[in-house]
């Protein structure tokens, strides 16, 4: 069982940014794939990134959606146990609840927390 708590979420004008964490418990994290989804009012939960277990080669694989390929960064911090998420050049479209998942492979993220809500101004 993996438990998810993101923080960070906010409001924040057009054209700045915001940096998401999301704190999971349990002592393999490293062998965990993470993802971030957002939600906005009246759509459906979308995929934003993910990266994939670390291994001793490498921190993890990142995969972005095409909306926000350039303006997020996905990185994960293993001794923390936290992944984040660092959005820049943020828009009104992203405003969104984004949740924080885990799985054992960044196609079956099953595990998720409860939220934090991202608000852009124009």
């Known amino acids: 069982q993996v438990q998810l708590v993101e923080s960070g979420g906010g409001l924040v004008q057009a054209g700045g940014s915001l940096r998401l964490s999301c704190a999971a418990s349990?002592?393999?994290?490293?062998?965990?794939?993470m993802g971030w989804f957002r939600q906005a009012p009246g759509k459906e939960r979308e995929f934003v990134s993910s990266?994939?277990?670390?291994?001793?080669?490498?921190?993890?694989?990142?995969y972005y959606a095409d909306s926000v390929k350039g303006r997020f960064t996905i990185s994960r911090d293993n001794a923390k146990n936290t992944v984040y998420l660092q959005m820049n050049s943020l828009q009104p479209e992203d405003t969104a609840v984004y949740y924080c998942?885990?799985?054992?492979?960044?196609?079956?993220?099953?595990?998720w927390g409860q939220g934090t809500q991202v608000t852009v101004s124009s």
């Open positions: 998942a885990a799985g054992l492979r960044v196609g079956v993220l099953n595990y």
């Open positions: 349990g002592r393999t994290f490293s062998s965990y794939a």
């Open positions: 990266i994939t277990p670390s291994s001793r080669w490498s921190g993890g694989s990142t």
